[in-house]
């Protein structure tokens, strides 16, 4: 059976922490560790993780400077001891069938980008209030028909179909999707993701290097991307959005390197191997 590591990239939310941990205690794949990258250094922290002892967790943390979000990545990818890597961000609950189905999908060169149902703030304070769980939700979504009157939850991203079924099989396995990774919910094998060095230091405090810079850097080093949609699924908790930034002078940079085929980052995950 193959290790993964699920690598949580989490900064000071710990109630939403403790749903995702109690959502991978309900794992119907068993041979995982749980690689907590949190862009922090919170006692809170600690102290939730020390409830989880039947988990096995990894804690990866550093200062808070500001969003360094890659930075904590690359530290976390470092730590990972999985062949096989799954990033999620700190307000993603996965579904039970989470890792299975990004391991039943997975392939070497191949990198699988999942999409999530962006729960409403209702739904979500129901969840952080512990009105009922993320697996009574899971198996119950049908009961809540009414989000998908609100075309930005994106209902149909929350509908699970068995990878090994006949209709995903038969009707959605080779239809055209969308396959840019987000960086909230996609996998690869860990050598694919060591050859291009992880995650560009260089782009920390601005969304790039999370997904965009990925999907480029991935697919000229010779990645194919599949969508792992309604396989791999995950409930994104409501929250106030932030401006995450995006600066167009790294932007511009980016879109150099990508014209110069520089997919090896220079400032990676490198730095924090052993020697």
Same mark, same amino acid.
């Given at each position: 059976?193959?290790?993964?590591?699920?690598?949580?990239?989490?900064?000071?939310?710990?109630?939403?922490?403790?749903?995702?941990?109690?959502?991978?205690?309900?794992?119907?794949?068993?041979?995982?560790?749980?690689?907590?990258?949190?862009?922090?250094?919170?006692?809170?922290?600690?102290?939730?993780?020390?409830?989880?002892?039947?988990?096995?967790?990894?804690?990866?943390?550093?200062?808070?400077?500001?969003?360094?979000?890659?930075?904590?990545?690359?530290?976390?990818?470092?730590?990972?001891?999985?062949?096989?890597?799954?990033?999620?961000?700190?307000?993603?609950?996965?579904?039970?069938?989470?890792?299975?189905?990004?391991?039943?999908?997975?392939?070497?060169?191949?990198?699988?980008?999942?999409?999530?149902?962006?729960?409403?703030?209702?739904?979500?304070?129901?969840?952080?209030?512990?009105?009922?769980?993320?697996?009574?939700?899971?198996?119950?979504?049908?009961?809540?028909?009414?989000?998908?009157?609100?075309?930005?939850?994106?209902?149909?991203?929350?509908?699970?179909?068995?990878?090994?079924?006949?209709?995903?099989?038969?009707?959605?396995?080779?239809?055209?999707?969308?396959?840019?990774?987000?960086?909230?919910?996609?996998?690869?094998? #860990? @050598?694919?993701?060591?050859?291009? /060095?992880? =995650?560009?230091?260089?782009?920390?405090?601005?969304?790039? !290097?999370?997904? &965009? $810079?990925?999907?480029?850097?991935?697919?000229?080093?010779?990645?194919?991307? #599949? @969508?792992?949609?309604?396989?791999? /699924?995950? =409930?994104?908790?409501?929250?106030?959005?932030?401006?995450? !930034?995006?600066? &167009? $002078?790294?932007?511009?940079?980016?879109?150099?390197?990508?014209?110069?085929?520089?997919?090896?980052?220079?400032?990676?995950?490198?730095?924090?191997?052993?020697?």
């Amino acid at each position: 059976m193959m290790k993964v590591s699920v690598i949580v990239t989490v900064y000071k939310n710990t109630i939403a922490l403790k749903l995702i941990l109690d959502a991978l205690r309900r794992q119907t794949y068993k041979e995982f560790e749980v690689v907590v990258a949190e862009d922090d250094q919170d006692d809170a922290m600690k102290v939730l993780l020390a409830q989880y002892d039947d988990l096995n967790i990894l804690h990866v943390s550093h200062e808070d400077k500001g969003m360094r979000k890659n930075i904590i990545q690359n530290k976390a990818l470092a730590k990972a001891n999985g062949e096989y890597l799954i990033f999620i961000d700190g307000d993603c609950i996965p579904y039970s069938t989470f890792i299975e189905g990004h391991v039943i999908l997975a392939e070497e060169k191949t990198v699988l980008s999942g999409r999530r149902v962006n729960l409403d703030e209702v739904v979500s304070n129901d969840l952080r209030n512990n009105k009922y769980t993320s697996i009574y939700l899971e198996q119950n979504y049908w009961r809540f028909f009414r989000l998908m009157r609100d075309k930005t939850v994106k209902y149909e991203q929350g509908i699970y179909l068995n990878p090994k079924g006949v209709i995903y099989n038969k009707f959605i396995k080779n239809s055209k999707r969308n396959v840019s990774i987000l960086g909230c919910n996609f996998s690869c094998f #860990k @050598s694919d993701f060591m050859a291009i /060095n992880g =995650f560009d230091e260089s782009y920390a405090g601005t969304a790039l !290097g999370d997904d &965009t $810079d990925l999907d480029w850097r991935f697919r000229a080093y010779g990645c194919s991307l #599949k @969508s792992c949609k309604n396989v791999a /699924n995950v =409930f994104h908790l409501y929250h106030e959005v932030f401006d995450r !930034g995006e600066a &167009t $002078d790294r932007l511009v940079l980016m879109k150099q390197r990508e014209k110069d085929n520089l997919f090896i980052c220079q400032k990676g995950v490198d730095q924090y191997l052993a020697s």
